[in-house]
């Protein structure tokens, strides 16, 4: 690909140098044909993401958002990230917005709304804040979709088993938000009448891989038509997220009148069809090493995103 003297990409700044942030860093300048690094954010000098940063000609502060704002560049910065916690979302979401800028939440703060690319990704691109759910949901969602298009999905539970490693300050204070904002979003993105989610942080050594399994409880239809649906779906996650797989083929089970399954959260038993999807996540170890899946899906979901964007807004300008 050749640039003319035209042709411009959109700067993005990254809050939060911990794992999910310097992974998303990474990404942007090795990956993206349409967005650069304009500054790297964090709050403690000391960290690996902001001292990489720096080594890699970044612009970076320790200040925080103030910090940010107090940037000579700032004006230049079209997008920006928040990889922290749900609750400094909140403030940094004010500050920003004050300013103009658009916001892309990799926290579960859910302030604007539910994106996951291969169900929604073009259609909230006039939202100035946009909510990435959460790794578990950006894995598993897109599988509650794919069955849900076929058959009503009255249920969709979900568990998300990660790596201890894979998981910083920044996910650990996140836990209840993450359960939180992914059942509505099982719900909302993912068409489920009720949706739940668990996250489990596997302290396992070697660290394992991350893996997610989906249960819906749907009407009962065609098995083979909900297979080539998250097979299909499968595909497209996979367009961005390379070590996404089926770990192994779609389950079913019917439950008749006869053995209905009860479900507490919905106070009734159901009959119907059960599928379960079994997956695997594995990293493009562009930071932490090919376990931490959870840390891929969710900077790459975020950058698509943002290119998806700067591209609707005419921020970013590249001929390929």
Same mark, same amino acid.
């Given at each position: 690909?050749?640039?003319?003297?035209?042709?411009?990409?959109?700067?993005?700044?990254?809050?939060?140098?911990?794992? !999910?942030?310097?992974?998303?860093?990474?990404?942007?300048?090795?990956?993206?044909?349409?967005?650069? /690094?304009?500054?790297?954010?964090?709050?403690?000098?000391?960290?690996?993401?902001?001292?990489? #940063?720096?080594?890699?000609?970044?612009?970076?502060?320790?200040?925080?958002? $103030?910090?940010?704002?107090?940037?000579?560049?700032?004006?230049?910065?079209?997008?920006?990230?928040?990889?922290?916690?749900?609750?400094?979302?909140?403030?940094?979401?004010?500050?920003?917005?004050?300013?103009?800028?658009?916001?892309?939440?990799?926290?579960?703060?859910?302030?604007?709304?539910?994106?996951?690319? &291969?169900?929604?990704? =073009?259609?909230?691109?006039?939202?100035?804040?946009?909510? /990435?759910?959460? %790794? @578990?949901?950006?894995?598993?969602?897109?599988?509650?979709?794919?069955?849900?298009?076929?058959?009503?999905?009255?249920?969709?539970?979900?568990?998300?088993?990660?790596?201890?490693?894979?998981?910083? &300050?920044?996910?650990?204070?996140?836990?209840?938000?993450?359960?939180?904002?992914?059942?509505?979003? !099982?719900?909302? *993105?993912?068409?489920?009448?009720? @949706?739940?989610?668990?996250?489990?942080?596997?302290?396992?050594?070697?660290?394992?891989?991350? +893996?997610?399994?989906?249960? %819906?409880? %749907?009407?009962?239809?065609?098995?083979?038509?909900?297979?080539?649906?998250?097979?299909?779906? *499968?595909?497209?996650?996979?367009?961005?997220?390379?070590?996404? +797989?089926?770990?192994?083929?779609?389950?079913?089970? +019917?439950?008749?009148?006869?053995? &209905?399954?009860?479900? &507490?959260?919905?106070?009734?038993?159901?009959? @119907?069809?059960?599928?379960?999807?079994?997956?695997? =996540?594995?990293?493009?170890?562009?930071?932490?090493? #090919?376990?931490?899946?959870?840390? $891929?899906?969710?900077?790459?979901?975020?950058?698509?995103?943002?290119?998806?964007?700067?591209?609707?807004? @005419?921020?970013?300008?590249?001929?390929?």
């Amino acid at each position: 690909m050749s640039q003319t003297t035209n042709e411009r990409k959109a700067k993005v700044a990254i809050i939060g140098s911990g794992n !999910i942030g310097t992974d998303l860093m990474i990404k942007v300048m090795r990956l993206s044909k349409s967005l650069e /690094m304009g500054a790297f954010v964090g709050i403690d000098p000391e960290s690996d993401g902001l001292k990489r #940063a720096e080594r890699l000609g970044v612009p970076i502060t320790a200040g925080g958002i $103030d910090g940010l704002v107090a940037l000579p560049n700032f004006a230049d910065i079209a997008i920006v990230f928040d990889a922290t916690s749900a609750g400094a979302h909140k403030h940094h979401d004010a500050v920003l917005q004050a300013h103009g800028k658009q916001v892309i939440d990799l926290t579960p703060a859910a302030i604007g709304p539910y994106v996951v690319p &291969p169900i929604n990704g =073009v259609a909230n691109l006039d939202a100035t804040n946009v909510n /990435m759910v959460t %790794c @578990g949901g950006q894995a598993t969602i897109p599988m509650v979709a794919a069955v849900n298009s076929v058959a009503k999905v009255h249920y969709g539970e979900i568990v998300a088993s990660i790596a201890s490693k894979s998981a910083g &300050p920044g996910t650990r204070a996140n836990i209840d938000e993450f359960t939180e904002t992914t059942s509505r979003a !099982i719900e909302t *993105v993912g068409g489920a009448t009720r @949706g739940k989610a668990i996250i489990v942080l596997n302290p396992a050594e070697p660290p394992l891989i991350m +893996r997610d399994t989906v249960y %819906c409880l %749907c009407d009962d239809a065609d098995t083979a038509a909900i297979e080539a649906s998250v097979e299909a779906m *499968v595909a497209e996650v996979q367009a961005y997220v390379p070590g996404y +797989r089926l770990k192994q083929k779609v389950q079913f089970e +019917r439950l008749g009148a006869n053995d &209905p399954l009860f479900i &507490p959260e919905m106070d009734q038993a159901f009959t @119907g069809l059960k599928v379960t999807i079994f997956l695997e =996540v594995e990293g493009a170890a562009h930071y932490l090493p #090919a376990y931490a899946g959870n840390l $891929d899906i969710m900077t790459s979901a975020a950058l698509k995103t943002a290119e998806k964007i700067a591209a609707s807004r @005419g921020w970013s300008q590249v001929a390929s």
